[in-house]
């Protein structure tokens, strides 16, 4: 697939691919296999090296999120010891060399390039026995359909895990996020493990710790946190469940038939390698500060099956005196949008395009990738008025309202 496409439709895919190397720096021996792997025979530039060696303690607050949230949830799967995990999104990650070898089945889950990358490290680092207990699979979060396939053939209860996903999402596809879960808790049993709902005021806990009075630093950091949302081209903690008071944020997960139970993060956190040489005592405040904060581990309070809308997901495209009509049924999502770019692409090269009409009336669901993807389409038309986009459902159009694509698009 493009890669260039995949980083355009979503622009924070690439920034996974520093996390390995960052572990690595932590001094992980399975993230410097995997690291080793991944450079082999190839151009340097597909992955985004880091320094060895971080000494600005504003960079030092941001890289120790990473170590943070990583340790801490593995402390907390330490205790919950699943039989079966689902890491969605799983990213460059040592969890399935860990898992395996430890014999525990894992199953990551995440766009078609990450798995690739991730297969092929998986392939060579592993035996051939430990191999049985590793599946790498493209799956949408918000998609339960792809996320169930994920699982398929593999039985029992699931533990299911989501690092750094939930503050990138729309309130669509948080809805769409919670379904999906339902969906899959509900057919297996189980449980869903994340720090994300919390792991933001780590950031500003550590923040405060690390620049211990000088207003230099908070001003830097506060700068550079800025710069970082406007890189990433996404509205990071935007959605509703994200932004409530933490105790609406509970009200709202337990509105959707979960319940939340909260795990002390100051407990469960590790040593840091990232902050070890800022000075003394300083993990011991960073925990006792953290003592507010928990990671979620949500459960069903019911497990009534509901199902889920199972419609395929189908394009078909007619170019006839210039105008391309493009019919999709199903989902728009983060697996399916580069699918409507490259058709856009493949439809023009056979013949001029002077105009594009795109008919959503069997669309079930759009994600914001596909939101983006239409958008390619218009930038690469050059005009929104050669772009039509028709038979919008009530519920996809609530989509392109509350995310503003509306005004783009339409």
């Known amino acids: 697939m493009d890669e260039q496409l995949l980083k355009e439709i979503n622009p924070v895919f690439l920034t996974a691919r520093s996390s390995v190397y960052r572990y690595a720096s932590f001094g992980n021996e399975t993230a410097k296999q995997i690291v080793a792997f991944l450079e082999k025979d190839r151009p340097k530039e597909r992955f985004m090296q880091v320094p060895e060696r971080i000494t600005d303690p504003v960079r030092k607050i941001f890289v120790s999120v990473l170590e943070a949230r990583y340790g801490t949830m593995e402390r907390i799967l330490d205790d919950e010891a699943p039989a079966l995990l689902l890491d969605i999104p799983c990213g460059y990650t040592m969890r399935p060399i860990e898992y395996a070898r430890r014999g525990i089945r894992y199953v990551g889950a995440d766009l078609p390039a990450t798995i690739a990358d991730m297969g092929e490290a998986v392939d060579a680092l592993l035996s051939e026995d430990e191999k049985r207990f590793v599946t790498m699979t493209s799956a949408d979060a918000t998609n339960p359909n792809s996320v169930k396939a994920a699982l398929k053939g593999i039985s029992g209860s699931v533990c299911i895990t989501t690092e750094g996903l939930l503050s990138y999402f729309t309130d669509s596809e948080m809805e769409a996020m919670f379904e999906t879960v339902r969906s899959v808790l509900s057919e297996r049993g189980g449980c869903w493990i994340t720090p994300d709902r919390e792991i933001g ?52 997960a337990e509105q959707r038939g979960f319940k939340v139970e909260r795990l002390n993060m100051g407990k469960y956190l590790p040593d840091l390698t990232s902050l070890s040489d800022l000075r003394e005592g300083l993990m011991d405040e960073l925990r006792e500060a953290c003592m507010e904060l928990c990671v ?115």
């Not at 000088?214 to 959605?239: A, G, H, L, Y």
């Not at 023009?348 to 008919?359: G, L, N, P, T």
């Not at 929104?384 to 919008?392: A, C, G, P, T």
């Open 201 to 252: 005021d780590y950031i500003r806990i550590t923040a405060g710790i690390v620049a211990n009075g000088d207003k230099e630093i908070m001003e830097r950091f506060i700068q550079q946190r800025k710069e970082i949302s406007k890189r990433s081209k996404s509205n990071v903690n935007t959605n509703t469940f994200m932004t409530l008071p933490l105790e609406e944020s509970i009200k709202w």
């Open 296 to 410: 979620w581990r949500l459960t069903l309070t019911d497990r009534e099956k509901k199902k889920s809308r199972s419609s395929e997901f189908s394009i078909n495209a007619h170019n006839a005196a210039g105008v391309l009509t493009v019919s999709i049924s199903g989902r728009l999502d983060t697996l399916t949008a580069p699918r409507l770019v490259t058709v856009f692409e493949e439809e023009s090269a056979k013949m001029e395009v002077q105009r594009v009409c795109i008919d959503l009336a069997d669309l079930d669901y759009i994600s914001s990738a596909g939101l983006r993807s239409l958008l390619i389409i218009r930038k690469r038309l050059g005009s929104k008025e050669r772009l039509s986009v028709i038979n919008i459902s009530q519920s996809v159009m609530e989509i392109f309202e509350t995310t503003g694509f509306a005004e783009l698009l339409l």
